[in-house]
Structures are given as structure tokens and as C-alpha cells.
């Protein structure tokens, strides 16, 4: 069955800092994977996506991901956090065609400390 | 474009009330979908919808009664919901290619729904 996992529930950063967010996944195929943000009480935009290709993912609000087959890794980057970046981050797994479910991980909240 | 939007953007009912949230987009996807998402969590799927048809009901009570009346339309109906449905409703649409076509979904604002 397919799972995602988000190992950590919160981290806080300092402005200006760099981040990694951690996510792994279990899938029989070659998976699609997505990283969404949330702002509270909003609803989830798409920051990217890797289905195949450069395992290096360039995202938008200066996102990056990287995929790593060997470890079961898509991991969310970004060189320099901005206030504004405070959110919940969800990644997931998709079908590879088809409307089907996102199989989503925890979700980690992200706090930034000015 | 990849707006979702959805209506209204908070609703508070009561128990023996019926509302309906509604769901558009117009970016021609032919996939739509609603997911439930409570506090601190994930969001969960409810329905889907493939060219208009009913394609998956994740064992959802019958309280909640989705409807596509076209292409860009999604409906969720409410009827005698419980306060533990209070949550934010997510409506999502995908492209639905042919083959082994990449669907990412596209997620509209929320519906914040309290149930007292």
C-alpha cells in the first residue's frame, strides 16, 4: 500500500535560514510526487511536482525538491526562509493516471522566528 | 490559469438543516473531487467525479450527497450533519488525460463548515 511520511510535525526556523523539509514514501511503482502548502485556513497550492526526468525539482516561492530513488526520499528545500513562508506543508503520493487519491503524509508546520 | 473556486467561504448550520457548498472551475479538467480535512491533519478524500460520473465514494455517510451537474460544477449537499463534520471542505480538479497522462490535482480555498 502506499504511504507518506513526514518525520517531523513542526520545525521552526529563523528568517533568513535555510530549511529542509523531510518526506518519504512507500510505492510499488515509480511514484508522483507533490509538496502542497497550506496557509491556516486556506486551502493547499502546489509548490511542485516530479513524476520523472531531472530528479531536481524547481518549485515556485523559490522551492526546490529532490528525488532520491535509493532512499525513498523527496525532500523540500529552500536556501533562504521569508516570514511568509510559515505554513503547513503536506507532501504526497498520486496514481499514475487516473482520478484517484492523494495519499498524503502528516504534514509538517513550519514556524519562522524573525 | 488553475483557479478552483469554491462557495460559500464559511457556513454555520444547524443539525436539521440542509446547505449545499459549490465547486467550479474552468480549466477544462474533467476530474473533480472533495476532501474533508480536519484540524492538523491531512486532508481525506470523499468523492470523485470522472467525466461527470461518480467514480469514487470513500464509504461516506449519506448525509453528504455530492452532485455534478456539468463539466466545471461540483455540489456537495448537506443534510442532519453531526458537529463532528464541522471541518474545511476542499474541492480539487484534475486534468483526466488519456493513457498515462500526469493528474495533478488543483485545490480550491475551503469551505470552513460548523455543524451545532
Known amino acids: 500500500a502506499q504511504s507518506v511520511t513526514q518525520p517531523d510535525i513542526h520545525i521552526t526556523v529563523s528568517e533568513g535560514a535555510s530549511l529542509e523539509l523531510r518526506c518519504n514514501y512507500s510505492y510499488g511503482a515509480t511514484p508522483y510526487l507533490f509538496w502542497y502548502v497550506q496557509s491556516p485556513g486556506q486551502g493547499l497550492q502546489l509548490l511542485l511536482k516530479?513524476?520523472?526526468?531531472?530528479?531536481l525539482v524547481q518549485g515556485i516561492k523559490g522551492f526546490e525538491a529532490e528525488f532520491k530513488r535509493s532512499q525513498s526520499s523527496f525532500n523540500l528545500r529552500k536556501p533562504s526562509v521569508h516570514w511568509s513562508d510559515a505554513a503547513e506543508y503536506f507532501c504526497?503520493?498520486?496514481?499514475?493516471?487516473?482520478?484517484?487519491?492523494?495519499?498524503f503524509g502528516q504534514g509538517t508546520r513550519l514556524t519562522i522566528n524573525p | 490559469d488553475t483557479e478552483v473556486t469554491q462557495t460559500p467561504k464559511h457556513l454555520v448550520m444547524g443539525m436539521t438543516n440542509k446547505k449545499s457548498l459549490k465547486c467550479e472551475q474552468h480549466?477544462?479538467?474533467?476530474?473533480m473531487y472533495w476532501y474533508k480535512q480536519k484540524a492538523k491533519k491531512p486532508p481525506e478524500l470523499m468523492f470523485v467525479y470522472s467525466y461527470e460520473k461518480l467514480s469514487i465514494n470513500e464509504s461516506v455517510p449519506s448525509r453528504f450527497s455530492p452532485e455534478c451537474p456539468n463539466s466545471s460544477l461540483l455540489n456537495l449537499h448537506l443534510h442532519a450533519l453531526q458537529p463532528e463534520d464541522s471541518a474545511l471542505y476542499l474541492c480539487?480538479?484534475?486534468?483526466?488525460?488519456?493513457?498515462?497522462?500526469?493528474?495533478?490535482?488543483?485545490f480550491g480555498p475551503g469551505t470552513r463548515l460548523l455543524v451545532l
Open positions: 480549466m477544462g479538467h474533467r476530474a
Open positions: 516530479y513524476f520523472s526526468g531531472d530528479t
Open positions: 504526497a503520493v498520486g496514481p499514475i493516471q487516473g482520478a484517484q487519491k492523494l495519499v
Open positions: 480539487a480538479s484534475s486534468h483526466l488525460g488519456e493513457g498515462t497522462a500526469q493528474e495533478t490535482q488543483y
